[in-house]
């Protein structure tokens, strides 16, 4: 647990980032400098099984590292993370030259939330044994379970 608070800090900026397994259950923090945004998992479903799976040789991506790779793409659809980084950081400090290119299609509100993500945003991540265990990590941090406090965007409701 103390890993997703004090644990390496890896810059969205520099993804993909080779110390993400391919494959593997796990949880993960984002920072906005000091301050705790985001807490996330990833593998659900994930059994230890699952994790040794291959296809041909070839680690076929599944879990933490798919997860932290749609969230460096920007791209909001399927992908409530981005969909709260645009609502709650992006649109509100739009300038209205930006909202009238928005509507006009000149400017993608997707580009700015992965501009924003890469810019300004970091994790930290553990790897779990399976799917259950993230889960459950993940919940616990949801609570306020990190000396960094409350979440901003995805605190569990008391």
């Known amino acids: 647990m103390q890993?997703?608070?004090t644990g390496p800090l890896h810059r969205f900026r520099d993804w993909p980032n080779e110390q993400v397994p391919k494959r593997a259950?796990?949880?993960y923090t984002?920072?906005?400098g000091d301050r705790l945004v985001y807490v996330g998992m990833s593998g659900?479903?994930?059994t230890a099984e699952d994790l040794e799976v291959s296809d041909g040789g070839r680690v076929v991506?599944?879990?933490?590292w798919t997860?932290?790779?749609?969230?460096a793409s920007g791209r909001r659809s399927g992908d409530q993370f981005c969909v709260y980084v645009g609502d709650r950081f992006v649109v509100p400090d739009l300038t209205?030259?930006?909202?009238r290119q928005l509507a006009a299609g000149s400017l993608s509100l997707d580009s700015l939330v992965r501009a924003f993500v890469r810019e300004r945003l970091t994790y930290r991540f553990v790897i779990t044994t399976d799917g259950?265990?993230?889960l459950k990590l993940e919940r616990e941090v949801r609570r306020g379970s990190l000396a960094a406090g409350k979440l901003s965007l995805n605190p569990l409701a008391s």
């Open 3 to 5: 890993e997703l608070e």
């Open 25 to 27: 259950a796990g949880v």
């Open 30 to 32: 984002v920072w906005d």
């Open 44 to 46: 659900r479903a994930m």
């Open 61 to 64: 991506a599944k879990g933490l």
């Open 67 to 71: 997860r932290l790779n749609s969230h």
């Open 96 to 99: 209205p030259v930006q909202q």
């Open 132 to 134: 259950a265990e993230a």
